[in-house]
C-alpha cells in the first residue's frame, strides 16, 4: 500500500505486504504521546497501544501495551526470561531504535529486538501503534503485528 507519510516503519511493512492505515493528528510536544494519540483520533485508550524500550546498552526488549495502562518491568522482564528490565534511558532508545522519543514504532527499528506484546491486543480487531514519527499512528490488526515482529504476546500490565 503506498503511504504519504514514509517512515522506517511504513517501507518495512510495504515490504512485507502487510495491510495497514495510517492515521494523523496534531501533535505537542512533550504530552503524554499515546493518550494523547487516543484523545485527537477518538479511539479508546485501551485500543491505541505505546511502544517503550527497556533495558540497556547490553540487553534490550520492547514493551507494547495499550495508553491507558503502565507496563510492568517484572512482568516483561519474567516474559522475555530476564530477572529485572527498567526503562531505557531516551538517548539509548533513540540510538538504538532510529526513532525519537513519543515517535518510536514498534517497526523497522534500527536494530531487531525481543518484542513483548501485552495479552490485551487480542480483543480487537485493530490497534494503533506508533508510525515511527510523532503525530502518526499505524492502525494493523494484532495477528499481523505479532506475525511481523515474531512477537511473544504475554500478560505485561501493572496491577
Do not use: W
Request: glycine share 10%; aromatic share 6%; proline share 3%.
Amino acid at each position: 500500500m503506498g503511504t504519504v507519510a514514509i517512515t522506517p516503519a511504513t517501507l518495512a511493512l510495504d515490504s512485507l505486504g502487510i495491510s495497514y492505515t495510517l492515521h494523523k493528528y496534531d501533535s505537542v510536544a512533550g504530552s503524554g504521546f499515546g493518550k494523547e494519540a487516543a484523545n485527537s483520533m477518538n479511539l479508546d485508550e485501551n485500543q491505541v497501544f505505546k511502544t517503550i524500550i527497556f533495558g540497556d546498552k547490553n540487553i534490550a526488549a520492547v514493551g507494547i501495551a495499550p495508553v491507558s495502562q503502565k507496563i510492568s518491568t517484572k512482568k516483561l522482564a519474567a516474559a522475555v526470561s530476564l530477572r529485572s528490565l527498567e526503562p531505557m534511558d531516551a538517548a539509548i532508545a533513540q540510538r538504538l531504535t532510529g526513532y525519537v522519543v513519543g515517535g518510536i514504532s514498534p517497526f523497522g527499528q534500527k536494530k531487531t529486538l525481543t518484542t513483548v506484546v501485552d495479552a490485551s491486543a487480542h480483543l480487537f480487531e485493530n490497534i494503533y501503534v506508533s508510525g515511527g514519527r510523532r503525530g502518526l499512528e499505524i492502525c494493523i490488526s494484532p495477528a499481523d503485528l505479532i506475525r511481523v515482529l515474531g512477537a511473544i504476546t504475554a500478560e505485561i500490565q501493572s496491577e
